[in-house]
């Protein structure tokens, strides 16, 4: 029965251990008893000098994600993998994930991609921001908060002489 298994590496060797065990098993006539290798990672957008990048993010640095059917000969080719430390859970026997964590780790909840984007930008509080879209475009303020989930941030701009909290998106802003 295929399981999902997590496997601890070397923090930063993730995708060469994928690469090693894919070899490994193909070497040692192992196909059959893994399907899937998974280094979980997410896109972030992330703004630097007014414009948006997307870059690759592990989310679970330091392990991998195996999907395959456990007896003595693939955990013996997946143990003895360059970069592998071990699999999670028991010394003697790995323990699998449930259904609930693999959707969880994998991010599915009904698909079957293992990407995800979130947007992060360079902002700290009290820095001046200028509102390039929107109501407020042209006002310039000053961010009391930042919600890096939403996206959003809370800047203080000056509407009749008065310090007003407006939310704005990270894309409606641009640094002073």
Known sequence: MFRWYVINTYSGHENKVKQNLEHRLVSLGQQRAVRQ?????????????????????????????????????????????????????????????????????????????????????????GESVKVVSGPLSDFSGEISEINEDAGKLKVLVSIFGRETPVEVGFDQVKKL
């Open 37 to 125: 290798v998974i280094v979980p990672t997410e896109s972030v957008s992330e703004v630097k000098d007014n414009q948006k990048v997307t870059v690759e993010k592990r989310t679970m640095p330091g392990y991998v994600l195996v999907n395959m059917q456990l007896d003595e000969d693939s955990w013996g080719v997946v143990r003895g993998t360059p970069g592998v430390t071990g699999f999670v859970g028991s010394e003697h026997k790995p323990v699998p994930l449930s259904a609930s964590e693999v959707d969880r780790l994998l991010r599915r909840s009904g698909e079957t991609t293992t990407t995800a984007t979130r947007t992060r930008a360079e902002f700290a509080i």
